[in-house]
């Protein structure tokens, strides 16, 4: 009977041991060691008891059975101890805790229906990625768009509505996005209906749990279906009496100026072979260009007619970028686009003429020569460009 109680109190020992690791699932060191130690010396007394005949007296069994019986009170009080904390906090705790979790999943749940009727306002549709491209979630201004009854689609199925042309560029573009490129912008064609409509699409990669994720816009940019389109970086240009307006400030402020005539000389060819809507989307990105290098001021760039702008330039180094950049037959002038699968470059003729504060040509003779120096570089087979009065 003894002989059983004694394998059944280390066998507890062990046991509290192992369970403590696995509920708690942590390794305890101290714990570790006592158990080593003590179950070294039953080792010892069971199968090597020759070791400690040396060094036996008179109530070496007893304190042998002691050490036994006390190694498994250490177990037994410590594991006490940590269900004790666990009792303490369901009992104390555990009301303020509901209350805590009922206040933050109140608080998601606020911003979860923000961002859902957030969305209902939007002009733009979202589009949000899987983490892997396997597919896709439109919101119903996209689903709209392109026609379909469902918000989630395959990548295979979105794939299937951008036209065949686009599709390659659309994957490439897509995985360009990392954290040094975490935003890009994109123009393609999608189906809408029986036909294919052009959109901008705006996507931005963020992280989350160590995983990329990618969210974007969706905004419709067909002219004569959707008037709301990045083609208002033309439509908002100032025209010629602005132009002339503009000119007869500088006079009075007797500013040195560069007054350029742009010809997109090449438009009307894309507009042929591809339709005007690129030929829109074309001329929106040159302009675009153009007003990051030369014009970011207000009143510098003007629509003359569809494919003719005037550019105004006071700063002298950026007319000196210019100037090389014609020399040199660069692409900071010979720009090439891209529009989905679409890829041209765009061609100008331009013509230069240089107004001094001593000058004494009048605005509208100005604007004239401008525009003879224009059509003597559309006339020219060797160079683009013309400049009257200036190098």
């Known amino acids: 009977m003894i002989d059983i109680i004694y394998y059944i109190v280390l066998l507890s020992t062990l046991f509290l041991f192992i369970l403590s690791m696995v509920i708690y699932k942590k390794l305890n ?33 007893e304190v042998y059975n002691t050490l036994i019986i006390f190694t498994l009170i250490i177990m037994s009080i410590t594991f006490r101890r940590k269900i004790q904390v666990t009792k303490n906090l369901t009992d104390y705790d555990f009301f303020e805790l509901e209350k805590e979790l009922d206040r933050i999943k109140d608080v998601s749940d606020l911003l979860r229906k923000r961002f859902i009727y957030s969305i ?9 990625y899987e983490n892997d491209y396997s597919g896709l979630y439109i919101t119903d201004q996209v689903k709209t768009l392109v026609n379909t009854n469902k918000n989630q689609l395959s990548m295979d199925e979105f794939l299937d509505l951008v036209h065949l042309d686009d599709q390659k560029q659309y994957l490439i573009n897509l995985k360009k996005l990392n954290e040094k490129v975490p935003s890009y912008e994109m ?166 003429v240089k107004s001094d504060p001593w000058s004494k040509v009048n605005i509208n003779d100005l604007i004239s020569l401008s525009q003879k120096a224009l059509e003597e570089a559309i006339s020219d087979n060797k160079n683009n460009y013309s400049i009257f009065g200036g190098a």
């Open 120 to 128: 209902d306002l939007l002009n733009e549709g979202l589009i949000f």
């Open 187 to 352: 123009k393609y064609r999608i189906q809408a209906g029986e036909n294919y409509a052009w959109v901008i699409e705006k996507r931005r990669m963020f992280k989350h749990d160590k995983s990329q994720h990618i969210i974007s816009t969706f905004k419709p940019v067909n002219l004569k279906l959707f008037p709301d389109t990045m083609i208002e970086e033309l439509d908002s240009l100032p025209y010629e009496d602005d132009l002339t307006k503009t000119l007869s400030l500088l006079r009075k402020e007797k500013q040195t100026f560069y007054l350029v005539m742009l010809h997109l000389t090449n438009i009307p060819d894309i507009n042929k072979r591809f339709g005007r809507d690129v030929g829109n989307l074309m001329i929106a990105e040159y302009v675009k260009n153009m007003r990051y290098h030369f014009a970011r001021e207000k009143n510098t760039l003007f629509r003359m007619t569809g494919i003719q702008f005037a550019l105004i330039i006071k700063d002298d180094l950026k007319y000196q970028n210019l100037y090389r950049a014609l020399s040199s037959g660069g692409d900071l002038i010979n720009l090439k686009l891209s529009i989905g699968g679409i890829q041209q470059i765009i061609y100008p003729n331009i013509g230069v």
């Open 29 to 61: 060191i101290v714990k570790l060691l006592i158990i080593l130690v003590v179950y070294s010396i039953v080792i010892v007394w069971e199968f090597f008891p020759e070791i400690i005949e040396n060094y036996s007296f008179t109530y070496i069994e």
